[in-house]
């Protein structure tokens, strides 16, 4: 289950300037429902065999076509065109006369009546066509039964090691492109060094030069080969220290600066990574995820790449026009050109496509126990390219005239020849290019979804071919530029989508960020749509100049001539090549714009069309997060006093193993808010979810919050800071797991204290219990009092009007009786607080305190009657 998507043409609307379809149905209209906006389809209502009077235009009756007369247009295009001739038959209780009939078509008013025109000569196309999107990973787990859905997508931050001194480097780089990128480490291990010349296989100079550091990295081609007998049983590395590529991270590539000519290229090259069919299918690109917890952190991409295609009738459709691309070794050269197309890098740009898109989804709820199925219509407008415009320009343009991008792998023929700069793999290029084009008409040609031999063919309202051939990553950062602020394209990643592509799952993984900084990704894919571009020409229409009402012309008794309504001069039909020999017999003067006819009123013209393919850019997903370290665990606290007359109490405070159960850290200050709201979406959690991952950097500061008054909530020890313990041992630079806090404080003053720890990313983890604490001087002995409080008991029930004014009407007090003490058993001799005890109070048999007791009040106006309990209780100080 995926996001459904009709991405209807504009053209093919009620309203559209292709009022010929509105006439005669075969449109889509919007209409507000209960999901919300939706399109509702109307039929091409035409039938030969029954006259059905139009229930859209009353003033038409029927449309023929003559296929029989199909010709083509033009013999100078390299695309199939055709025509042949319709004809429109008239109502005739509707139309009124011949000027009404040309008035109907060409528009103009009749009467005190203004018509449109149903007729135009204007070119129209349709590339509507079906398409499914995936769900943002975040969006899903709010659906009930959310596994249930096939279609997800998953953008999302990996933090595996905590290496300061690389996080330092690549912070001061001033491009993201000299960050180490994994897929080259990865592709060095399998080609390294120069060249295979059975293969014609190698590694570029600048590409050995960026990985081995201008070669004083001599063991670059084991880099993410694992330690041996450190991996524990999840296959995670036990101690990064003793690694290759911790050893390169920290060291090798802080030391070692860069050439300029290498710093150079990269910074060109790496600014478009292409992802051929042949990278895909290698090692390199299967197995890489066996290699990502190799490296610190990096950027994942989780999604279902589009690989079946379907016919009309729904059939699976096994040869696709994209093989056509790959078999012809045109791939790669196709795939360059999208780059420079789409990034408006050559003369051959993108042309905006004005489409209503209907997305149909489900919605989920919040407390996850019911969905809702939601229909969201909305005008968009998609950049779009002609197919065959492109594949011409590649014929064309057999040379490269651009250089920023890169193909993933090693210097293979097909890759050299798609970056040829002097022309020496012209004819390579070209006949590929030509063999792609003449494979591409010939499929167009012989396919019967294709072909169209009625009106009905043309107006039909099912869902046109389609496939998706690429996709594309953009991946924007960096700080923001100009008037606007607005951030920089940093990077695109270009994908084949070929058979090799995982059929399952598609992953990918961006290493080249830095920590801590917002990038922007936005997820693009490429489909092919075969649609169909179409006009009407040469209309003309009938006039009737006389009758028969003779009974051998019983059928056809209407004598009408065609005529041009331009120009008002007789015009031969379209509809029959034939003399109409009943018209010839009742008059020899007759001509083929003469028709004996059993209708009044007819209207031929041609139908002009050709099947049309363009390359159309669908945004699939976009998603702004960071690479974030996740929070620290709990302390655990154990108050003190410190038994001297120095009024210090204490806390030792205990680093808490990992709990996975636990739910992200409560937020104190607005940053913490903010730091909470990234970590959940970059990691596509809700707020309910237990976190499975621990802090990678160690525990490195305790901090301290002190309030003098009970906290109504967690945020009120916002800016009541007094202490940020630091845990890192100076001589070992090691962190402490256990640290002590000792405070001065006044006697008889209530205090409350939280703590929580931050890691070295400075990432807040879980508060501790609030600690009430209180040093009781009594008489010079002092003790300390320690109660814990806990986030829930700071919720405070909230009253509406909690009471009203009440006059002074009456007093209760007790009789003296209850209030006389009694001392016959303290003891004068002893101190006066060890006899507290010995006092009571109260000289009669039956005391009140601690019983309840009711007083009726009855309102002499109204006879309402309001009761009181009360109860009398004894304290003491």
């Known amino acids: 289950m995926a996001k459904e998507l009709k991405i209807i043409d504009t053209n093919v609307f009620s309203g559209s300037r292709e009022t010929f379809r509105t006439a005669v149905g075969g449109y889509w209209e919007t209409l507000s429902a209960s999901a919300g906006e939706q399109v509702d389809p109307i039929y091409y209502y035409n039938s030969e065999d029954s006259a059905v009077d139009d229930p859209y235009n009353p003033f038409l009756s029927l449309v023929h076509q003559n296929t029989d007369l199909q010709e083509t247009l033009s013999e100078d295009v390299i695309i199939p065109n055709y025509r042949f001739p319709l ?9 009124k ?69 690389y996080e330092e480097y690549i912070k001061r780089l001033d491009s993201e492109l000299l960050i180490p990128n994994i897929y080259l480490l990865k592709m060095y291990e399998e080609y390294p060094g120069s060249a295979d010349e059975e293969l014609g296989i190698e590694i570029p100079t600048f590409v050995e030069n960026f990985v081995t550091l201008e070669g004083t990295y001599e063991t670059a081609t084991s880099l993410l080969e694992p330690v041996e007998d450190e991996i524990d049983t999840e296959g995670n590395i036990i101690n990064m220290e003793d690694s290759l590529i911790y050893q390169y991270l920290t060291s090798s590539i802080v030391i070692t600066s860069l050439s300029a000519s290498t710093t150079a290229h990269i910074k060109n090259r790496f600014q478009n990574l292409l992802f051929d069919n042949n990278f895909i299918e ?41 093989h056509s691309l790959g078999n012809n070794n045109s791939a790669n050269k ?47 407008s998609y950049k779009s390219i002609d197919y065959m415009d492109m594949l011409l320009y590649m014929y064309k343009n057999y040379i490269s005239t651009t250089d920023d991008c890169y193909f993933m792998g090693a210097n293979r023929k097909i890759r050299q020849a798609t970056m040829d700069t002097s022309g020496s793999s012209r004819y390579y290029n070209s006949i590929n290019v030509i063999q792609t084009i003449n494979e591409t008409i010939e499929y167009i040609s012989s396919t019967s979804n294709f072909s169209i031999t009625s009106l009905e063919d043309l107006y039909h309202l099912t869902p046109s071919y389609h496939e998706t051939l690429a996709y594309r990553i953009e991946k924007i950062g960096g700080p923001p530029a100009g008037d606007s602020q607005t951030q920089n394209v940093l990077q695109n990643f270009w994908f084949s989508n070929t058979d090799a592509f995982m059929d399952e799952t598609t992953e990918f993984y961006d290493t080249q960020v830095k920590y801590g900084q917002d990038y922007t990704y936005n997820v693009y894919a490429y489909a092919l749509v075969i649609g169909a571009k179409y006009n009407f020409s040469d209309l003309t229409l009938s006039r009737q100049i006389g009758s028969i009402d003779a009974e051998d012309y019983s059928d056809t008794p209407y004598c009408t001539e065609f005529y041009n309504p331009d120009s008002g001069e007789a015009s031969v039909q379209l509809f029959d090549s ?31 069309y050709e099947p049309s393919i363009k390359i159309i850019e669908i945004p699939i997903a976009s998603k702004t997060l960071k690479v974030m370290d996740s929070p620290p665990n709990q302390l655990n606290v154990i108050p003190y006093q410190m038994m001297d007359a120095s009024q210090r109490i204490g806390y030792t405070l205990y680093y808490e193993i990992f709990n996975n159960t636990a739910t992200y850290p409560t937020s104190i200050t607005s940053n913490d808010a903010k730091m909470k709201s990234d970590y959940l979406h970059a990691k596509d959690l809700l707020g309910t979810d237990y976190l499975d991952e621990e802090s990678i950097s160690k525990q490195r500061y ?6 003098d008054e009970k906290p109504t909530a967690m945020t009120d020890f ?33 205090y409350y204290y939280v703590f929580r720890a931050l890691n070295e990313q400075y990432v807040p983890g879980h508060m501790t219990e609030i600690y009430e604490a209180q040093l009781i001087n009594d008489g010079g002995y002092i003790y300390s009092i320690f109660n814990v409080l806990f986030e829930e008991d700071l919720e405070e029930d909230v009253f509406v009007n909690p009471s009203k004014s009440f006059k002074k009407l009456f007093h209760l007090t007790p009789n003296l009786a209850q209030l006389t003490l009694r001392t016959e058993d303290v003891d004068y001799a002893e101190p006066a607080h060890t006899q507290i005890g010995n006092m009571g109070v109260g000289d009669v048999d039956d005391l009140i305190w601690g019983k309840q007791f009711k007083i009726r009040l009855t309102s002499k106006k109204t006879g309402k009657k309001i009761d009181l309990n009360f109860t009398y209780n004894l304290e003491s100080d």
Not at 121 to 150: H, M, R, V
Not at 736 to 750: E, G, M, W
């Open 578 to 608: 034939e003399s109409n020999l009943e018209t010839q017999e009742a008059n020899q003067f007759a001509t083929n714009a003469q028709v004996m006819s059993a209708n009044k009123h007819l209207a031929d013209f041609y139908l002009n």
């Open 702 to 707: 305790i901090q301290v919050y002190r309030l």
């Open 97 to 165: 006369s011949d000027d009404h009939w040309k008035t109907i078509f060409l528009g103009g008013t009749f009467g005190d009546v203004n018509y449109d025109g149903i007729y135009t000569n204007a070119t129209f196309d349709n590339y509507s066509f079906d398409y499914e999107l995936p769900y943002p990973k975040q969006e899903s787990k709010y659906i009930l039964d959310s596994s249930d859905l096939d279609s997800v997508i998953q953008i999302t931050c990996e933090y595996n090691h905590h290496l300061p001194k």
């Open 282 to 322: 290698s090692d390199t690109y299967v197995d890489m995820s066996e290699s990502t917890d190799m490296v610190p952190f990096y950027i994942k991409f989780n999604f279902n790449a589009e690989h079946l295609t379907y016919d009309a009738d729904g059939d699976l459709i096994t040869d696709k026009i994209g």
């Open 87 to 95: 004809r429109v038959v008239g109502n005739p209780d509707n139309v």
């Open 334 to 380: 196709w795939l360059k050109t999208l780059k420079e197309i789409f990034t408006n890098q050559i003369t051959l740009t993108p042309e905006e496509q004005e489409v209503v898109v209907q997305t149909s989804y489900f919605s989920g709820s919040t407390d996850l126990t019911t969905n809702t199925y939601k229909i969201d219509g909305t005008t968009k």
């Open 718 to 750: 916002q800016n009541n800071l007094i202490a940020t313990i630091d845990l890192k041992n100076t001589k070992t630079l090691s962190t402490k797991s256990v640290q002590d806090f000792i405070q001065k404080v006044r006697t008889n003053t209530q």
